[in-house]
């Protein structure tokens, strides 16, 4: 009997249900957005420039790409509420009234679907552990608002209310993530490429498919089998002696060496990135807007 009146309790109030637990989904949503975009900030990664052109089109695809999400991620949380959110808290009404039936529920679901899932595809387990972490951590608080609109013994709130209380704290916890994301990368949490000095480039570099580019303490480049590139991407071998220097710049995304071989119609300019124990050394083959880089990596 009391399993039935949860159930007409909850066909009663679905409209209302549905209504939280989306308001609350599309919140983690952005939550979860705006920690991907700072994690992203943190990857190795060397800095590409985009000229006028490239940024316009990139605008035009982000905000068509907006759309899209936009449109697909109303469709996801809905049927995240309806497949996942409500029958949860139905499961966990029938259990018993305790709130926590509903977080040990949806992290003994999502173990399987999460975390054995990656496992299964050699993830790495620490980041399946935090995905899977997520995933029931979100699926546990949409479920927990849901459950406030089913208690008996609480005053009755009605979905649009809840979306109001949803809307408020969710957006000053958005802006809270963004202010603190941002004070993080202005703190260095973004990635930044390591200082080399000139002591620190002298020695041997390869692009791992045999061509090696020696820089000597005193100076000296020796190329052997490097691939050079016009504008328009095409290779010529380079094999030969030159000399390097080592321009500092104005900061860690400035500084570079330039590499001047003979028998080689242009000479190289290579910028950094990497991390300090594994540094590399970029150029871009043919048009940089290209953004194809041809890397070397230090061996020995």
Known sequence: MRSEMRMIRVRERYGALLTASMSVLLVEAVLGGIGVAVWTQTWESPDLQYNLLNLALSLVLTAVLAVVLAVVGVVAITVASVALVIPLVQLAGWLGRAWWWIPV???????P????GLLLQNADFWWAFVLW????????????????????????????????????????????????????????????P????AERLA?????????????????????????????????????????????????VWDQGVGVTVK?????????????????????FIGDPDSQELYRLERRG
Do not use: Q
Request: some cysteine; proline content about 3%.
């Open 113 to 116: 679907l999460v975390l054995g």
């Open 203 to 251: 020695g041997t570099w390869s692009d791992g498919e045999g061509g090696t580019l020696v820089l000597g303490k005193d100076g000296r480049a020796t190329a052997t089998g490097m691939n050079m590139y016009d504008f328009y991407g095409a290779i010529e071998e380079c094999t030969g002696t030159g000399s390097w220097s080592y321009a500092p710049g104005e900061g």
């Open 263 to 283: 028998g080689c119609d242009d000479g190289f300019f290579w910028t950094f990135y990497g991390t300090e124990e594994h540094p590399k050394l970029f150029a």
């Open 133 to 192: 972490l997520a995933a029931a951590a979100g699926w546990a608080v949409a479920s927990l608002v849901v459950r406030r609109l089913l208690l008996p013994d609480r005053p009755r709130i009605g979905g649009g209310v809840m979306f109001g209380w949803v809307a408020l704290y969710g957006t000053l916890a958005v802006v809270t993530a963004s202010v603190l994301a941002g004070v993080g990368l202005w703190a260095g949490l973004a990635y930044e």
């Open 105 to 111: 529920i949806a992290a003994a679901v999502s173990f």
């Open 194 to 197: 390591p200082r080399i000095s």
